[in-house]
Nanobody, 127 residues
Framework: VQLQASGGGLVQAGGSLRLSCAASGRTFSAHAMAWFRQAPGKGREFVAAFSWSGATTYCSNSVKGRFTISRDNAKSTVYLQMNALKSEDTAVYYC?????????????????????WGQGTLVTVSS
């Protein structure tokens, strides 16, 4: 499975960006997909996730109400719509996927629940 993230860039505070993550591979069948981010000098942080088989999405409190995760099943693509961006949203954003079944809600928030990672796309928010 290969994950290709795109859509990052420089944006002013209050602006919007949409990130895309295209999944490909011989047989792509992920149980869940997610976005994480890593700011300079900090650890990787959960942003949002969903399960392909269900309607439930998960979102960190820091972006709730501003970011929305969505998907296009036909294109095997996941999106992260980011609105009302703040300087603290500046980070490299990574998409991730897992073929493992995540049985508990808290599992969606963990780095080690995901076994495929994209290369990251940089989002810089200027104040």
């Amino acid at each position: 499975v290969q994950l290709q993230a795109s859509g990052g860039g420089l944006v002013q505070a209050g602006g919007s960006l949409r990130l895309s993550c295209a999944a490909s591979g011989r047989t792509f069948s992920a149980h869940a997909m997610a976005w994480f981010r890593q700011a300079p000098g900090k650890g990787r942080e959960f942003v949002a996730a969903f399960s392909w088989s269900g309607a439930t999405t998960y979102c960190s409190n820091s972006v709730k109400g501003r970011f929305t995760i969505s998907r296009d099943n036909a294109k095997s693509t996941v999106y992260l719509q980011m609105n009302a961006l703040k300087s603290e949203d500046t980070a490299v954003y990574y998409c991730a996927a897992t073929k493992w079944t995540l049985s508990y809600s808290q599992d969606y928030y963990k780095n080690n629940s995901y076994n495929y990672w994209g290369q990251g796309t940089l989002v810089t928010v200027s104040s």
